[in-house]
């Protein structure tokens, strides 16, 4: 695979995406993921898994630099391929942890929420949220239900209506993230944590997460083309557009920069 990293230990796995330093999200790295927990759902001699990054990002979301020069086909195929990813994720039976190696906007977020538990990089600069309204992302009623099956109505409402993008020590405390650690040790309390897990009765410990993930399961629209009709549509806004492609050159021209202060 060329975008993500299979870890194989004792009765577990640690899937790491590394794609780049930042782990932008886009089609190729959506269908080796959907591969992946595949795998490990249908291997019964996996009993968890955990997801986790590069030093300083989970993931910085979508990859808009690319997906911004994709075709109506290519955007719905891609559009469809990361909601079905969603869901598949969302309804994961294993033991399955986020270790968050650092930022984890947007994107990286989305496939955040989807774990049993997320635990996160101590660091001021480090951000997690659902910020598509910052972004000009429409967001789908499938996320809308996560955030609020972690945090409460309320403060899903807010945050996602604002854009927010919240620090560590504000995810812990409006109960997106678990717990802070220093980077090097994230992976680790990770690790114990699955280990910890699988120490139950298998077949108690999936029923039971069965149990607590009711009432979202019930929820989730399991048609990923249907929940993201929306985003596929706006995407071809021209407002939307235009401001998409400023980010996007904004953002490119800030790579230029430092490459050339590198060679300097």
């Known amino acids: 695979m060329n975008t993500i990293e299979r870890i194989e230990k004792h009765g ?3 899937v790491r995406m590394n794609r780049g330093k930042v782990n932008a999200i886009n089609h190729e790295m959506v269908r080796e993921l959907r591969q992946v927990f595949q795998d490990i759902e249908d291997d019964p001699e996996v009993h968890g898994v955990i997801l986790t990054g590069q030093p300083h990002y989970f993931s910085a979301g979508l990859d808009l630099i690319e997906l ?3 075709d109506e086909a290519q955007i719905k195929d891609f559009f469809t391929a990361f ?3 969603y869901i598949e994720l969302a309804q994961f039976t294993k033991p399955f942890i986020s270790a968050i190696t650092g930022h984890s906007p947007a994107g990286g977020c989305v496939l955040a929420v989807t774990s049993d538990n997320r635990f996160m990089a101590e660091g001021e ?12 992302i429409q967001i789908s009623q499938n996320l809308v239900d996560a955030y609020t ?4 109505e309320g403060l ?6 604002e854009g927010k993008l919240l620090t560590g020590a504000e995810a812990v405390a409006v109960g997106l993230v678990d717990a802070l650690y220093p980077l090097d040790e994230v992976l680790e309390q990770a690790e114990s944590t699955l280990r910890h897990y699988l120490e139950a009765d298998r077949e108690i410990w999936i029923n039971t997460k069965k149990k607590l993930r009711k009432n979202l399961l019930q929820k989730l629209d399991r048609d990923a083309e249907n929940s993201l ?8 806004k021209p407002e939307i ?3 998409m492609e400023a980010y996007v050159q904004h953002f490119s021209n800030k790579k230029k920069t430092k490459t050339d202060n590198k060679k300097r």
């Open 125 to 136: 600069a480090y951000r997690i949220g659902l910020n598509e309204m910052a972004v000009n």
């Open 241 to 243: 557009r235009t401001k």
């Open 229 to 236: 009709k929306e985003a596929m549509t706006l995407w071809w």
């Open 12 to 14: 577990y796995t640690i």
């Open 149 to 152: 099956f972690w945090m409460g």
């Open 68 to 70: 911004i020069k994709y």
């Open 83 to 85: 909601g079905s990813l």
């Open 156 to 161: 899903a409402n807010r945050f996602i209506l």
